[in-house]
């Protein structure tokens, strides 16, 4: 299946993630509430790509509802270098779309009699779901191209998963998951015009900065990932914070950017920012919650709700067009690996 096919069928899968969770995966997340109570000492996330960015939209709901602290590990450092500090009374969620990522899965099986270990996989059946205590599925389909269902479907898992690892109630996301999947057809159907401009302002970027904060900078990893898997084009993602502690230096005619502002101070940070470089002769494309004031330098594309949370999740077609669109562009088709695979096997 082509990458374009895959990014189209978001909205579909998103919607019979909600349905199942509506129904038999209610009782999934309610067992998750089982594994965790006051005496978790952490709740530590795993994974690797897609997979290790995802957490980043539920870390800072967890940080202020659960009284464990959070801990963000890419699974092949944790493997390495931090097996020796996982205790009994920690929760584990390893996070592989495959199910059988190399460094996600050794984790998953090294710790197989570890009773606090939670899986988010595509596939029950693969090594780190049968290894780990629980596993909730993402429900995406068959994908064989860049992540674009499975970052989507994990996403909004972390969401539910959140919920659940907080003693909260999980329903009122199972209905904004609903809004966002009609969202993404919409985009689909109706803004094609918006990736045409957003793609010709990007041009003549040989280097792509993505920037943005809180739980929108999975946005913005994901896009860095992907933009190099697809286009071949170099990018590097930073916080809009560490954007201005040195790398503002390289702001200014032939400095490129993508950037995420979702609602709230932190929003209002990265479009005041996006305004500035653009002024300063930086070419870029803000996915925005609110308009930003127009310059021949920027382009804003406006998405909503406008949520921390679920801005990543409204992003995710827009992103996905724009990255089919810069690949085509430098002569490349986005899904075609020629250097690795779907499923990476080797550390």
Same mark, same amino acid.
């Given at each position: 299946?082509?990458?374009?096919?895959?990014?189209?069928?978001?909205?579909?899968?998103?919607?019979?993630?909600?349905?199942?969770?509506?129904?038999?995966?209610?009782?999934?997340?309610?067992?998750?509430? =089982?594994?965790?109570?006051?005496?978790?000492?952490?709740?530590?996330?795993?994974?690797?790509? #897609?997979?290790?960015?995802? /957490?980043?939209?539920?870390?800072?709901?967890?940080?202020?509802?659960?009284?464990?602290?959070?801990?963000?590990?890419?699974?092949?450092?944790?493997?390495?270098?931090?097996?020796?500090? *996982?205790?009994?009374? &920690?929760?584990?969620?390893?996070?592989?779309?495959?199910?059988?990522?190399?460094?996600?899965?050794?984790?998953?099986?090294?710790?197989?009699?570890?009773?606090?270990?939670?899986?988010?996989?595509?596939?029950?059946?693969?090594?780190?779901?049968?290894?780990?205590?629980?596993?909730? /599925?993402?429900?995406?389909?068959?994908? @064989?191209?860049?992540?674009?269902?499975?970052?989507?479907?994990?996403?909004?898992?972390?969401?539910?998963?959140?919920?659940?690892?907080?003693? &909260?109630?999980?329903?009122?996301?199972?209905?904004?998951?609903?809004? @966002?999947?009609?969202?993404?057809?919409?985009?689909? @159907?109706?803004?094609?015009?918006?990736? &045409?401009?957003?793609?010709?302002?990007?041009?003549?970027?040989?280097?792509?900065?993505? *920037?943005?904060?809180?739980?929108?900078? #999975?946005?913005?990893?994901?896009?860095?990932?992907?933009?190099?898997?697809?286009? =071949?084009?170099?990018?590097?993602?930073?916080?809009?914070?560490?954007?201005?502690?040195?790398?503002?230096?390289?702001?200014?005619?032939? =400095?490129?950017?993508?950037?995420?502002?979702?609602?709230?101070?932190?929003?209002?940070?990265?479009?005041?920012?996006?305004?500035?470089?653009?002024?300063?002769?930086?070419?870029?494309?803000?996915?925005?919650?609110?308009?930003?004031?127009?310059? #021949?330098?920027?382009?804003?594309?406006?998405?909503?709700?406008?949520? /921390?949370?679920?801005?990543?999740?409204?992003?995710?077609? /827009?992103?996905?067009?724009?990255?089919?669109?810069?690949?085509?562009?430098?002569?490349?088709?986005?899904?075609?690996?020629?250097?690795?695979?779907?499923?990476?096997?080797?550390?």
């Amino acid at each position: 299946m082509a990458f374009l096919d895959e990014v189209a069928e978001q909205g579909r899968v998103l919607r019979d993630l909600v349905e199942f969770y509506r129904a038999d995966g209610d009782e999934l997340l309610c067992k998750v509430g =089982h594994m965790t109570s006051h005496r978790t000492r952490s709740i530590t996330f795993a994974g690797m790509g #897609t997979s290790e960015f995802v /957490p980043m939209i539920v870390r800072d709901y967890l940080g202020d509802k659960s009284k464990s602290p959070v801990v963000l590990w890419e699974a092949g450092e944790l493997l390495h270098h931090g097996m020796e500090s *996982i205790r009994d009374d &920690d929760v584990i969620v390893a996070i592989s779309q495959s199910g059988e990522s190399i460094e996600t899965r050794r984790v998953v099986e090294i710790l197989q009699d570890h009773q606090g270990v939670i899986s988010v996989t595509n596939n029950p059946r693969s090594a780190t779901a049968r290894y780990s205590r629980l596993d909730l /599925p993402m429900l995406a389909g068959k994908e @064989a191209t860049i992540s674009t269902k499975t970052y989507t479907n994990s996403m909004a898992v972390m969401l539910l998963l959140s919920r659940a690892l907080a003693t &909260d109630d999980w329903l009122p996301v199972l209905d904004d998951l609903e809004r @966002a999947a009609d969202s993404m057809d919409e985009f689909l @159907a109706n803004r094609g015009s918006e990736i &045409d401009r957003a793609a010709d302002l990007l041009k003549e970027a040989h280097t792509v900065y993505f *920037i943005s904060r809180g739980p929108a900078f #999975t946005a913005a990893r994901q896009a860095a990932l992907t933009f190099q898997e697809g286009s =071949h084009v170099f990018t590097c993602a930073l916080p809009g914070g560490s954007m201005r502690h040195g790398p503002f230096e390289i702001v200014g005619p032939g =400095h490129h950017a993508v950037m995420f502002a979702s609602d709230g101070h932190g929003g209002d940070l990265m479009r005041s920012m996006a305004l500035e470089m653009a002024e300063l002769g930086s070419r870029v494309v803000l996915f925005t919650s609110a308009q930003v004031g127009g310059h #021949t330098n920027l382009t804003s594309i406006v998405l909503q709700p406008g949520e /921390p949370e679920l801005f990543s999740l409204e992003c995710a077609v /827009p992103q996905e067009l724009l990255l089919d669109r810069m690949a085509a562009d430098r002569g490349w088709t986005a899904g075609i690996f020629t250097r690795g695979a779907k499923i990476t096997e080797r550390e």
